[in-house]
């Protein structure tokens, strides 16, 4: 078999939807970013992080890009475990639901390859697929999973998922689940129904989804130490195990199979050397293997999701508007666009946060479940954006 380095050798911005807040930005009406500021917030970032793990959170992965350029990659802190060993920018991570992004992505490729279409009811592929409301079952389109307009109630049946009953059996229940509205008409986030897209990519292509996934996205882009599920985590040549508070601090336990069930939702691992060449691919740096059309519609608000606007201390103060788009958050970051996920499973935290105008972004990846690290990408916003300093970091932002 051929190894992920030699596909890669082998197979070698976003704008943005009307009606939103501000207008699609051309890469060509991009507000440039002097390299001297984006230096300067890469290199309190990684103050930030050195500081945050010298007061005992386990372990920290950063990645920050400006244009072609990867400014930051680093790890903080140790892996944990019997023989842990120092984090760097190839250490894996569990990304968590920075996974969706991957989802909507591998879907957007497969729009613009005519192998599927975003309008397609969704029963067309997945003919038992049925909801309470029967009628607006039949009106289900794959862009209404990805956008999470399915009208079932937040986190239908995660706490299942978390007891370990299987995605198929849950799957099958979701005609049992309580509807928040009508199919297609609001937005309730889930995991188990938004990963009825890997049963579609299957139908349509005859491959697994996370096949497609390491084909079409990881491979193209060099992601080498991407993986999917628990075993291709532990079998990695670094991983970061994931901690939970004990009653003496930290502890470092397995980490759990059940999300990782669940691969187009939260199934995705990768180092900070791995997610920056996603954010520059998500930037637009990578038109062969995502064109400007793709990103443009990728990006687009589809629904309000007025849950956002407060949650963290950042949130209630910066956002002034919050949509979902195609596997995307996408937020009015004090009055700049920012398209943005943020991911967490037991022991792992993520956080993803793109300016396109100002063609940069930042990674975070935690192996413990502190609220301090999710702090670091709000600093990193406001200096780019030259908004007035707040320490995040203290405020103990975070949240989902």
């Known amino acids: 078999m051929l190894s992920r380095k ?26 440039p970013v002097p390299a001297a500021r984006v230096d300067a917030a890469a290199a309190e970032i990684d103050r ?53 992004g991957f989802a909507g992505t591998l879907a957007a490729v497969l729009v613009e390859r005519g192998a599927l279409e975003w309008d397609m009811p969704l029963s067309q592929q997945l003919p038992t697929f049925q ?57 309730g986030y889930q995991n188990v ?53 004990g009653r003496n601090g930290w502890v470092a336990v397995r980490p759990r199979e059940n999300y990782f069930r669940v691969p187009p939702a939260a199934g995705v691992n990768a180092s900070v050397n791995d997610m920056a060449l996603w954010a520059k691919a998500q ?14 519609d990728l990006h687009r608000p589809l629904v309000r999701t007025p849950d956002q606007l407060s949650g963290s201390a950042w949130r209630n103060e910066r956002v002034e508007n919050a949509h979902y ?28 946060g793109l300016l396109p105008r100002r063609d940069t972004g930042i990674v975070v990846l935690w192996n413990n479940e502190s609220r301090q690290p999710s702090g670091l990408m709000p600093i990193y916003l406001d200096r780019i954006l030259r908004l007035p300093a707040h320490d995040w970091v203290q405020a103990n932002s975070g949240g989902r």
């Open 6 to 31: 030699l596909l890669t050798l082998l197979f070698s911005t976003a704008a943005w939807a009307a009606g939103f807040v501000h207008a699609a930005p051309a890469p060509a009406e991009r507000l």
């Open 48 to 100: 930030l992080a050195r500081e945050i793990v010298a007061g005992g959170v386990p372990g920290i992965a950063v990645a920050i890009v400006h244009g072609q350029r990867v400014v930051l990659a680093r790890g903080y802190g140790r892996t944990g475990g019997p023989g842990g060993e120092r984090i760097d920018a190839d250490t894996v991570f569990r990304t968590a639901s920075l996974s969706k």
């Open 131 to 187: 909801l309470a409301d029967a009628a607006g079952s039949a009106r289900v389109t794959v862009r209404d999973v990805l956008a999470h307009r399915l009208g079932l109630k937040f986190h239908t049946f995660d706490r299942d998922l978390e007891a370990d009953v299987p995605f198929p059996v849950l799957a099958a229940r979701l005609d049992e689940a309580p509807m928040l509205c009508p199919p297609g008409e609001c937005f």
């Open 193 to 245: 129904a938004f990963s009825l897209i890997g049963d579609v990519v299957f139908a349509v292509t005859g491959d697994f989804f996370t096949r497609q996934v390491e084909t079409r996205l990881f491979t193209p882009l060099g992601m080498e130490n991407a993986t999917f599920g628990r075993d291709g985590l532990e079998s990695s040549q670094r991983w970061a195990r994931p901690h939970v508070r």
């Open 283 to 296: 930037l637009g740096h990578r038109p062969d293997v995502l064109s400007p059309a793709l990103l443009a």
């Open 325 to 352: 788009a195609t596997g995307w958050r996408v937020f009015d970051y004090a009055g700049e666009p920012l398209i943005y996920h943020a991911g967490a499973v037991q022991g792992y935290r993520a956080m993803i």
